[in-house]
């Protein structure tokens, strides 16, 4: 599942990067002693140990597993409500008075067993609503051997966007409508029907449902019978194939109406992506990526796609951004449709990636499960390497894998240094812990040791191990230990020792590094020590066993050396290496860890910036790490904003992305100064060079990249306040708001967001019109997504009860609130908004992380211990469960926002002013 985190993060660096300056047998023993686990805490901060006590759990008993379910629905989208009944084939292990199944928000009429010789047992029915199960007793004992366990019962089409619920839609004619939709990751098929809602317990499914006869309906599996329902002929009762063996999570029902696109692939699969009514156009796109991606996977993973058909489909009202449910993957509009005319490059892009991921998952998820959701990131943390693989092979012209080193893995770490983060694999017992992993630490960080891994074994033996893994597996259920186990007997490396310092424990290492010369060979010193982002260790750190390349001038684009540290320190040495040359640790930046050189080192590696004989991900690295040192305190951000200089001449877009994106982290605690303005000063002068070279308009015979830059760079240079930057998208709005002449799609982001920086009421009226106007979800949301920049009090809080009404979909209200986050007075409006609005938002979001990137967003950012206070102590008095981890990282990001503005403030207040 690609959820919302990702396409908020996406968001996010997007957002405020435009707003400011800018994924051999069963082994579960622990890592080897030598490799602690113990994590040093200071301050007072809460580590992940310390959070509440969790609630007390048990699986479901296991003495009756279901084989098939043989489930019927009629949904009614008046009533919002549904009618079910189903025939649940079962084998009774042990005798038995009672069965146990999860059950929520269901309302069962009738209960009863029927065993193999037909003999008919009544059950009672009783709940535990706390549990979400509910438990079927009969009058006497159920004997060992197969039956039927038979149900009647009644649910709800609710309006959370889990489980079986109801969506709204409006007709090409204008009408507001409903169809019905379901998302069950994690633990919600249980409000569609009584089942053993456990990843392990799998089962078939046949699937029938009943909906009005002008309704489109689709389930995992093709229809093999549709008639009339002969009580009511505006009825039709559709029956669909069986299943494979596959988990609750995965089964999935959709009814509305809905155009479709429809192609083959290479090996005769049928792939249809499903639209809104008169849009199939807008799945062209994403129809073209899913028949390339499907025969890519089968080759990759030398497994042919085991279902006859492929559906994608756009839903509304959509809380994550795809689910990869069997044969029929739902995803956010945005996510998966483009129109040709009014989508900008980087949603294009994203879709790519999105239909990648979840196309990934019919193999590394549903095909093999993982066991239980403690391995959860297995699943999206594989599916998060794998679809940039995939898009790389689609689409080799975005130049893919550098832009993960900016979206994935730098995102990762600034995350996973924090003392309040977790490790890759968490110990989950109930399923209401699972929603606080599915975060950036299990998609990001898990793709990015993934990526690791697989550079560490090559790519032959990647394959072959996954090769092993998935035939082994297949139609069952694995643990992390499983995969370690396959990779390593295809690759003879001691896979499981390497990655279980990287799985079972949080955080991740700096190698500081030193050099001598000796003759013609260079003698590195490395050192490993855990990174945390306050730049302070308490106690002994851990280990991590980190594969270590290097590579040198004479070999700037390939690793000349290649091994595994796996001791606290060691001397390597690199050979053929002249005195004056530099050396680089991380090529590519493909090891999980950032690197502190020496100050020759150093000194040595800054040309390669600036007449780029570094390649990108090295250029992209060595900043990022340099930011990482100097947010740390290891280093002054003086030499970082130096190093900033290099890039003048910088041409490539995800270079210029992830420094535009820590010049934001910057900006951000500057707001809490008297010299802002001094910043913006730079900022111009940084990003004006290569604004004047890129101009405004599109040149003939542009590549993909070079339109996300300019959209990058106008984006910056608006917000620094460059007057004629300013003064050029006033006149393309004007000119696009009048509709003389449409501004461009890959332009409508800048140009929205420095109109709205420097604009007044009427700008802000200007913009709701277009998005009311709008006719395609992705411009509504680019435009909702601006409106925080706007100044004045009271059009701020205009914004924000405007996010809050029903003209912003509830999936959308967070990125409004967000984008008013993007200053100072915005974040303390913003703020205060969701403390005197936080019961309804509570309620909204229920049960959905939403809640929790809505809280990060608002609080992150702040700079000061009286805010710190003030987060925990609202939150201490309103409890946000799914939200408990989250809480504890805002507290601690503001804290060190607090000591980073005290530390270096006074700084970078000189060097600035030196430069204006």
Same mark, same amino acid.
């Given at each position: 599942?690609?959820?919302?985190?990702?396409?908020?993060?996406?968001?996010?660096?997007?957002?405020?990067?435009?707003?400011?300056?800018?994924?051999?047998?069963?082994?579960?023993?622990?890592?080897?002693?030598?490799?602690?686990?113990? *994590?040093?805490?200071?301050?007072?901060?809460?580590?992940?140990?310390?959070?509440?006590?969790?609630?007390?759990?048990?699986?479901?008993?296991?003495?009756?597993?279901?084989?098939?379910?043989?489930?019927?629905?009629?949904?009614?989208?008046?009533?919002?409500?549904?009618?079910?009944?189903?025939?649940?084939?079962?084998?009774?292990?042990?005798?038995?008075?009672?069965?146990?199944?999860?059950?929520?928000?269901?309302?069962?009429?009738?209960?009863?067993?029927?065993?193999?010789?037909?003999?008919?047992?009544?059950?009672?029915?009783?709940?535990?609503?706390?549990?979400?199960?509910?438990?079927?007793?009969?009058?006497?004992?159920?004997?060992?051997?197969?039956?039927?366990?038979?149900?009647?019962?009644?649910?709800?089409?609710?309006?959370?966007?889990?489980?079986?619920?109801?969506?709204?839609?409006?007709?090409?004619?204008?009408?507001?409508?409903?169809?019905?939709?379901? *998302?069950?990751?994690?633990?919600?098929?249980?409000?569609?029907?009584?089942?053993?809602?456990?990843?392990?317990?799998?089962?078939?499914?046949?699937?029938?449902?009943?909906?009005?006869?002008?309704?489109?309906?689709?389930?995992?599996?093709?229809?093999?019978?549709?008639?009339?329902?002969?009580?009511?002929?505006?009825?039709?009762?559709? *029956?669909?194939?069986?299943?494979?063996?596959?988990?609750?999570?995965?089964?999935?029902?959709?009814?509305?109406?809905?155009?479709?696109?429809?192609?083959?692939?290479?090996?005769?699969?049928?792939?249809?992506?499903?639209?809104?009514?008169?849009?199939?156009?807008?799945?062209?796109?994403?129809?073209?990526?899913?028949?390339?991606?499907?025969?890519?996977?089968?080759?990759?993973?030398?497994?042919?796609?085991?279902?006859?058909?492929?559906?994608?489909?756009?839903?509304?009202?959509?809380?994550?951004?795809?689910?990869?449910?069997?044969?029929?993957?739902?995803?956010?509009?945005?996510?998966?449709?483009?129109?040709?005319?009014?989508?900008?490059?980087?949603?294009?892009?994203?879709?790519?990636?999105?239909?990648?991921?979840?196309?990934?998952?019919?193999?590394?998820?549903?095909?093999?499960?993982?066991?239980?959701?403690?391995?959860?990131?297995?699943?999206?943390?594989?599916?998060?390497?794998?679809?940039?693989?995939?898009?790389?092979?689609?689409?080799?012209?975005?130049?893919?894998?550098?832009?993960?080193?900016?979206?994935?893995?730098?995102?990762?770490?600034?995350?996973?240094?924090?003392?309040?983060?977790?490790?890759?694999?968490?110990?989950?017992?109930?399923?209401?812990?699972?929603?606080?992993?599915?975060?950036?630490?299990?998609?990001?960080?898990?793709?990015?040791?993934?990526?690791?891994?697989?550079?560490?074994?090559?790519?032959?033996?990647?394959?072959?191990?996954?090769?092993?893994?998935?035939?082994?597996?297949?139609?069952?259920?694995?643990?992390?230990?499983?995969?370690?186990?396959?990779?390593?007997?295809?690759?003879?490396?001691?896979?499981?020792?390497?990655?279980?310092?990287?799985?079972?424990?949080?955080?991740?290492?700096?190698?500081?590094?030193?050099?001598?010369?000796?003759?013609?060979?260079?003698?590195?010193?490395?050192?490993?020590?855990?990174?945390?982002?306050?730049?302070?260790?308490?106690?002994?750190?851990?280990?991590?066993?980190? /594969?270590?390349?290097?590579?040198?001038?004479?070999?700037?684009?390939?690793?000349?050396?290649?091994?595994?540290?796996?001791?606290?320190?060691?001397?390597?040495?690199?050979?053929?290496?002249?005195?004056?040359?530099?050396?680089?640790?991380?090529?590519?930046?493909?090891?999980?860890?950032?690197?502190?050189?020496?100050?020759?080192?150093?000194?040595?590696?800054?040309?390669?910036?600036?007449?780029?004989?570094?390649?990108?991900?090295?250029?992209?690295?060595?900043?990022?790490?340099?930011?990482?040192?100097?947010?740390?305190?290891?280093?002054?951000?003086?030499?970082?904003?130096?190093?900033?200089?290099?890039?003048?001449?910088?041409?490539?877009?995800?270079?210029?992305?992830?420094?535009?994106?820590?010049?934001?982290?910057?900006?951000?605690?500057?707001?809490?100064?008297?010299?802002?303005?001094?910043?913006?000063?730079?900022?111009?002068?940084?990003?004006?060079?290569?604004?004047?070279?890129?101009?405004?308009?599109?040149?003939?015979?542009?590549?993909?990249?070079?339109?996300?830059?300019?959209?990058?760079?106008?984006?910056?240079?608006?917000?620094?306040?460059?007057?004629?930057?300013?003064?050029?998208?006033?006149?393309?709005?004007?000119?696009?708001?009048?509709?003389?002449?449409?501004?461009?799609?890959?332009?409508?982001?800048?140009?929205?967001?420095?109109?709205?920086?420097?604009?007044?009421?009427?700008?802000?009226?200007?913009?709701?019109?277009?998005?009311?106007?709008?006719?395609?979800?992705?411009?509504?949301?680019?435009?909702?997504?601006?409106?925080?920049?706007?100044?004045?009090?009271?059009?701020?809080?205009?914004?924000?009860?405007?996010?809050?009404?029903?003209?912003?979909?509830?999936?959308?209200?967070?990125?409004?609130?967000?984008?008013?986050?993007?200053?100072?007075?915005?974040?303390?409006?913003?703020?205060?908004?969701?403390?005197?609005?936080?019961?309804?938002?509570?309620?909204?979001?229920?049960?959905?992380?939403?809640?929790?990137?809505?809280?990060?967003?608002?609080?992150?950012?702040?700079?000061?211990?009286?805010?710190?206070?003030?987060?925990?102590?609202?939150?201490?008095?309103?409890?946000? /469960?799914?939200?408990?981890?989250?809480? *504890?990282?805002?507290?601690?990001?503001?804290?060190?926002?607090?000591?980073?503005?005290?530390?270096?403030?006074?700084?970078?207040?000189?060097?600035?002013?030196?430069?204006?």
């Amino acid at each position: 599942m690609v959820i919302l985190l990702r396409a908020f993060i996406r968001a996010q660096i997007q957002s405020k990067s435009v707003i400011f300056v800018s994924r051999f047998g069963l082994d579960l023993s622990p890592p080897k002693p030598s490799f602690s686990l113990a *994590q040093g805490c200071n301050r007072g901060w809460c580590c992940y140990n310390t959070m509440s006590e969790k609630k007390a759990f048990q699986r479901l008993p296991k003495e009756v597993i279901p084989t098939n379910y043989a489930l019927r629905l009629q949904p009614n989208l008046k009533t919002f409500s549904f009618d079910g009944s189903q025939d649940i084939d079962v084998q009774v292990k042990s005798s038995i008075s009672a069965v146990t199944l999860n059950c929520a928000e269901i309302k069962i009429s009738k209960a009863e067993y029927k065993n193999s010789e037909g003999a008919v047992t009544p059950a009672t029915v009783s709940y535990v609503e706390e549990d979400e199960t509910v438990t079927l007793t009969f009058p006497g004992a159920v004997q060992v051997g197969s039956g039927t366990l038979s149900m009647q019962f009644t649910g709800t089409l609710n309006d959370k966007m889990r489980g079986f619920y109801r969506n709204k839609y409006t007709s090409p004619d204008g009408e507001e409508r409903f169809g019905a939709v379901t *998302q069950f990751e994690s633990t919600d098929a249980r409000r569609a029907f009584p089942c053993w809602d456990e990843p392990a317990v799998k089962a078939t499914f046949d699937v029938t449902l009943v909906v009005p006869k002008d309704r489109v309906a689709l389930s995992n599996m093709p229809v093999i019978k549709e008639s009339p329902l002969e009580s009511d002929a505006s009825l039709k009762v559709l *029956q669909y194939s069986r299943t494979p063996v596959m988990s609750t999570y995965l089964l999935a029902f959709v009814v509305g109406e809905y155009d479709y696109v429809e192609a083959m692939d290479a090996d005769g699969i049928l792939v249809r992506v499903y639209t809104a009514l008169g849009k199939k156009e807008q799945g062209d796109f994403a129809l073209q990526v899913a028949v390339k991606t499907l025969p890519f996977y089968k080759n990759y993973f030398n497994i042919p796609y085991p279902l006859p058909k492929m559906d994608l489909i756009a839903i509304t009202d959509f809380a994550a951004g795809a689910m990869e449910n069997w044969g029929l993957v739902t995803y956010r509009e945005t996510a998966l449709l483009i129109d040709s005319a009014n989508s900008s490059t980087a949603a294009k892009q994203w879709v790519a990636l999105v239909v990648g991921h979840e196309l990934a998952h019919q193999w590394f998820g549903n095909l093999v499960t993982m066991e239980w959701w403690t391995h959860l990131w297995l699943n999206e943390g594989f599916a998060s390497f794998i679809e940039y693989l995939c898009v790389d092979y689609c689409f080799p012209e975005y130049d893919i894998w550098t832009q993960f080193v900016s979206t994935d893995f730098t995102r990762a770490l600034e995350l996973d240094a924090l003392r309040n983060s977790h490790p890759i694999e968490v110990p989950v017992g109930h399923p209401a812990e699972v929603d606080e992993i599915f975060d950036t630490i299990s998609y990001s960080k898990g793709a990015s040791v993934i990526r690791m891994l697989h550079d560490y074994l090559g790519d032959e033996n990647f394959r072959k191990g996954l090769h092993q893994y998935l035939t082994k597996f297949s139609h069952s259920n694995a643990f992390t230990e499983d995969l370690w186990a396959s990779l390593g007997a295809a690759s003879g490396k001691p896979v499981g020792d390497v990655m279980s310092t990287w799985t079972k424990q949080m955080g991740f290492p700096v190698l500081k590094v030193s050099q001598e010369q000796d003759g013609d060979n260079r003698v590195l010193t490395v050192t490993q020590q855990k990174f945390c982002a306050d730049g302070k260790l308490e106690g002994k750190s851990p280990l991590w066993m980190v /594969p270590v390349s290097v590579s040198t001038a004479s070999s700037p684009g390939q690793s000349v050396l290649t091994t595994v540290l796996d001791k606290e320190t060691t001397t390597i040495t690199v050979k053929n290496v002249k005195p004056g040359e530099w050396v680089k640790l991380n090529p590519g930046t493909v090891g999980v860890y950032r690197t502190q050189y020496s100050a020759d080192m150093l000194d040595a590696l800054l040309p390669g910036i600036r007449d780029k004989t570094l390649p990108p991900r090295d250029r992209l690295g060595l900043q990022n790490d340099l930011f990482a040192l100097a947010k740390a305190g290891v280093t002054s951000t003086v030499d970082f904003l130096k190093v900033v200089e290099a890039f003048v001449d910088e041409d490539n877009y995800t270079v210029w992305s992830d420094v535009a994106t820590n010049l934001s982290g910057l900006s951000i605690l500057l707001q809490y100064t008297n010299y802002h303005e001094d910043f913006k000063v730079f900022g111009r002068k940084v990003f004006g060079p290569v604004s004047a070279r890129l101009g405004w308009e599109t040149k003939e015979g542009e590549d993909h990249l070079t339109c996300m830059l300019r959209s990058l760079v106008i984006g910056r240079m608006g917000k620094f306040g460059c007057e004629a930057t300013l003064g050029e998208a006033q006149k393309r709005l004007a000119a696009h708001a009048d509709k003389s002449t449409v501004l461009a799609a890959d332009l409508r982001a800048p140009v929205y967001t420095t109109c709205l920086t420097h604009g007044d009421e009427k700008t802000l009226e200007c913009l709701l019109k277009l998005m009311r106007e709008a006719d395609l979800h992705e411009e509504k949301v680019r435009i909702m997504r601006s409106l925080g920049n706007i100044k004045g009090e009271e059009l701020v809080k205009k914004v924000l009860n405007f996010a809050m009404s029903d003209e912003v979909r509830s999936q959308d209200t967070v990125f409004v609130i967000a984008g008013i986050t993007c200053t100072a007075r915005g974040r303390e409006l913003a703020w205060e908004f969701i403390q005197s609005r936080y019961a309804e938002l509570k309620e909204r979001y229920q049960g959905i992380f939403l809640l929790a990137r809505l809280i990060k967003a608002a609080t992150n950012d702040f700079a000061s211990e009286d805010k710190a206070v003030e987060v925990e102590a609202f939150f201490k008095k309103n409890p946000a /469960p799914q939200a408990e981890r989250t809480v *504890q990282q805002s507290c601690e990001n503001i804290r060190l926002n607090m000591e980073w503005l005290a530390r270096d403030s006074d700084k970078i207040k000189a060097f600035l002013q030196s430069k204006k």
